[in-house]
Each structure stands twice: as C-alpha cells, then as structure tokens.
C-alpha cells in the first residue's frame, strides 16, 4: 500500500513512474562514465604520443585560420568512434581560439 503511495507521489512530481526515472538515470551515468573515461584518455600517455605524431605529419598550424605556433595548437577529434584508435580524419588542429569555438 505504501509502496503504491510513494509511486503515485513520484508519478505527480516527475511525470513518470519510478521505473522510467531509473532509465533515465541510467543513460545520464553512462553519459557521465563515457565522459570521465575520455578525460582520463585526454591525459593519458598514448594520447599524448598521438598528438604529438599528428602535429609532426600535419604540421603545427591551425587547420582552420592558418594560425601556427608550437604548444598553441590543439587537436580536436571531430568524432569519438575511434578513440584511442584514431584515424588522422578524425581528428584536426586547430588554435586555441578555433577549438573553443567548436565546443560552443
Ligand atoms: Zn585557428
Ligand atoms: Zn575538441
């Protein structure tokens, strides 16, 4: 009886049943997992070889305006399908300036 209570509470409140919230939050862990285990990447010692060698075949100039500067560029992963295994296409330096923008 009281469990019914509390899911009608719920339902009122969210919307939705205890049930659905859970899916919900589900997905936002997931999302979170995913996104601490690409931090993690971002500073590990493979990425940081991969963009080095990146830098050296393309050259260290923004890829957008030209800008060039070592140490100022930035890689850019223009999809995350391969992470840790990724194809020079998907990725691509850009400045400071033209990365921000590309996480707007
Ligand atoms: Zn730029
Ligand atoms: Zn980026």
Redesign the pocket.
Known sequence: MFKKNMEWEIYKKYGKKPHEINKKNKTINLKKRRRKAYKNYLTSEKWRNRRKEYLKKWGYNCQECGYSKPGKI?I??LNYFRLGEELDSDLIALCKRC?RR??L
């Open positions: 930035q850019h992963h990365h590309k996480h």
